[in-house]
């Protein structure tokens, strides 16, 4: 027994299933080997706890594991608002292309400045075809935006923070330390994560998607965001099964509720850059101090090491900058940069956060030393580009009314259907309690009861 640091055998769980998504990487094979790794550490976690009487079976159907990599909700006679902003995308510069991330406005507004231009695609385009694409990258990132130069894998892997990311493991685990964990009577075969408290600080999709996971075993998950904070174009797919919060922890009263709930939680889950949760006064010692019993996992973009370490970023700038884009461009024969069909580094990232939680529970109910997990999106990218394809032909293009389930789901949106659960582990099925609510709509407080 130990931490997870690998993706599971694949006859460590049965696989139903065909298809997959078209792409120069095996993103269907790694979409079932993630779930795979849920299933594999919850089995683990089961049977430590004595909630299953064998080791429990792990089914897994490749194609809606598949599916789950794309959107899983599906609205009824409404449309989802877009993910991306007007100017967000790919631009040509004078010697390649760069792709700009400004969903959130202060990055938009980081852009804009350094490009010298108003919210206009058509002036940022000609704007940035008078900068090289390297220059331009850090002239965005040194003013707090956020953008990535398309770079091949030839380039990424001699770069100075390719090679950082090559020398991350999978999943980092430092700092053992013996935990007691707290007793649940709530759990069960069914439902192992019931009364499972999990304080959940992440943001987009890939932190988001491993508390959603967690929540589809029952786990309590409150997200706690700064007061006004929204992703609209994908809340309603991630926030199923959560409670979500606003504090603001620049406050002195917003930041003593976050420690009196972070006191309260098993779990805690973040993706606060390095760095960026010491600024708030909630340093390491800290955590320990108030949680000495939480298990903790995190993510970042470009791992934790390098000089690109504390850089922000997002699935789409890692495609481009680890090679992923231009390896997709040579693969569809394309002229421009052609990422994964599907935001897989994101939710890879995810699903192998929420195993690393698993595994980091199992142990401790092992009475074994756990430790501090760390992944990020960048380790994520060089995990799938070693990953073998199947030569399957059956190409997975999108989820038909079939691979949705029959019953209505009132998100804070409007109601639609959810995808069908892709795992199954012994007696334990993934489902969610709650419908998706819009972020801000819970009070900051457990919905278990505290003893
Ligand atoms: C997600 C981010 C890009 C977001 O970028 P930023 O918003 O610019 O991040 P920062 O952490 O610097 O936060 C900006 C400021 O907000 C402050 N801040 C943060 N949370 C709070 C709360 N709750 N209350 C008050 N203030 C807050 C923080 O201290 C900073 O203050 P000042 O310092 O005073 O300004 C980054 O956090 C990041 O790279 N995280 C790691 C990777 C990651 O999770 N990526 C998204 C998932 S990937 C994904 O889903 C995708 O590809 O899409």
Request: net charge neutral.
């Amino acid at each position: 027994m130990s931490l997870i640091s690998a993706l599971p055998a694949t006859d460590g769980y049965r696989k139903t299933g065909t298809g997959a998504w078209s792409s120069v990487y095996a993103v269907s094979e790694l979409a079932t080997a993630t779930f795979g790794a849920v299933g594999q550490e919850l089995a683990r976690l089961m049977t430590a706890l004595n909630l299953s009487p064998s080791a429990p079976n792990v089914s897994v159907d490749h194609r809606l594991a598949s599916l789950w990599y794309q959107y899983s909700f599906k609205p009824n006679g409404w449309e989802m608002p877009s993910l991306w902003d007007a100017i967000a995308g790919d631009y040509q510069t004078a010697d390649g292309w760069i792709r700009l991330h400004t969903n959130l406005p202060r990055h938009r507004a980081a852009a804009l400045k350094v490009l010298e231009v108003k919210a206009d695609r058509d002036a940022v385009s000609q704007a940035v075809r008078r900068w090289s694409a390297s220059e331009l990258e850090s002239a965005i990132v040194a003013q707090g935006g956020v953008s990535a130069a398309m770079r091949s894998r030839a380039v990424w892997l001699e770069h100075p923070q390719g090679r950082a990311v090559s020398r991350d493991p999978l999943i980092g685990w430092h700092s053992p330390r013996q935990i007691k964990l707290r007793d649940r009577s709530e759990a069960t075969a069914e439902r192992p994560l019931a009364g499972l408290r999990v304080l959940d600080l992440t943001r987009v999709l890939a932190g988001p998607v491993s508390t959603r996971t967690l929540a589809g075993f029952g786990a309590d998950v409150l997200r706690v965001d700064p007061p006004g904070w929204d992703e609209p174009g994908v809340i309603p797919d991630i926030s199923l099964g959560k409670s979500c919060t606003y504090l603001d922890l620049k406050s002195p009263s917003g930041l003593e509720k976050l420690q009196e709930l972070l006191s309260q939680a098993d779990v805690f889950v973040h993706g606060y850059r390095p760095g960026a949760l010491d600024a708030l006064g909630l340093t390491r010692a800290k955590r320990d101090e108030l949680a000495p019993n939480r298990v903790e996992v995190t993510l970042d973009a470009y791992g934790w090491q390098g000089p690109w370490a504390a850089r922000r970023g997002f699935d789409s700038l890692v495609q481009m900058s680890a090679g992923i884009a231009d390896a997709g461009c040579d693969w569809a024969n394309a002229d421009k940069p052609t990422p994964l069909p599907v935001q897989a580094l994101d939710h890879a990232t995810g699903y192998l956060m929420a195993a690393a939680v698993l595994s980091a529970l199992a142990e401790a109910a092992s009475g074994n030393a756990i430790m501090l997990g760390q992944l990020s999106l960048a380790r994520t990218a060089e995990l799938l580009a070693i990953l073998g394809k199947s030569d399957t032909k059956e190409v997975i293009a999108g989820a038909n009314p079939s691979d949705y389930s029959q019953a209505l789901e009132e998100s804070g949106w409007g109601s639609g259907h959810r995808l069908k659960p892709a795992l199954t582990v012994g007696a334990a099925k993934m489902f969610w309690d709650k419908p998706a609510p819009k972020l801000g709509t819970s009070a900051p407080v457990w919905a278990t009861a505290i003893t």
